[in-house]
């Protein structure tokens, strides 16, 4: 299985801020990769795919980047809504595998 | 814009079997273009990919080896819906399940809806 490791795994930045936060594969996966948000009670929700491209109805504040084994996504101007907990993902290969996650407070 | 409605017991008794459903609205679970996931969530392990259904001229059924000897998944045509059966069920079993749809053939394979969760407890 491929293995996914975030970090950090929290991390605190104020409204206004910008965060990036990282993932790297234990192996290559070309840009499979993806990134989801997910607030308290909430399902995740797709934010970035295929490592950079946007998925509709996201803000643009979000964005991602990477390649091979290592992927960052960065949030700009950071809003109080952004206050959530982040996870990569690879659609590489089966069984799909997710990172721990990052939590990120918004103080 | 697809809709995904989850269904079943949010408790277990060790060793019986775990049972969900998730309803389709919004898409066919026969789609060409879509597959359907069972994705489950706990603190202990984090977010783990169950399996998945899909169907492209024939339907295929893909397990996690991690619970493929007691996991299985089922499209119902006739319902547009699709279950989870997780047979001899343990507390490590516990943990929010979720169904999700999966677009498939654009590009790399993405989550793009998920169903609302249900906790699932196993406890006698």
């Known amino acids: 299985d491929i293995q996914m490791t975030q970090s950090p795994p929290s991390l605190s930045a104020s409204v206004g801020d910008r965060v990036t936060i990282t993932c790297r594969s234990s192996?290559?996966?070309?840009?499979?990769l993806n990134w989801y948000q997910q607030k308290p009670g909430e399902a995740p929700k797709l934010l970035i795919y295929t490592a950079s491209r946007l998925q509709s109805g996201v803000p643009s504040r979000f964005s991602a980047s990477g390649s091979g084994t290592d992927f960052s996504l960065t949030i700009t101007s950071l809003q109080p809504e952004d206050s959530a907990r982040y996870y990569c993902?690879?659609?590489?290969?089966?069984?799909?595998?997710f990172g721990q996650g990052t939590t990120l407070e918004i103080k | 814009q697809v809709q995904l409605q989850q269904s079943g017991p949010g408790l277990v008794k060790p060793s019986e079997t775990l049972s969900l459903t998730c309803a389709i609205s919004g898409d066919s679970v026969s789609s060409n273009s879509a597959g359907w996931n069972w994705i489950r969530q706990s603190p202990s392990r984090g977010l783990e990919w169950l399996g998945r259904t899909y169907y492209t001229s024939k339907w295929y059924i893909e397990y996690a080896d991690s619970v493929r000897s007691r996991t299985t998944i089922t499209p119902d045509t006739s319902k547009n819906q699709f279950s989870l059966q997780l047979n001899s069920v343990t507390p490590e079993d516990t943990a929010v399940y979720y169904c999700?749809?999966?677009?498939?053939?654009?590009?790399?394979?993405?989550?793009?809806?998920w169903g609302q969760g249900a906790l699932v407890t196993v406890s006698s």
């Open positions: 192996q290559t996966m070309n840009n499979f």
């Open positions: 999700a749809r999966e677009v498939l053939y654009s590009g790399p394979n993405r989550v793009d809806s």
């Open positions: 993902q690879q659609s590489f290969s089966k069984p799909y595998t």
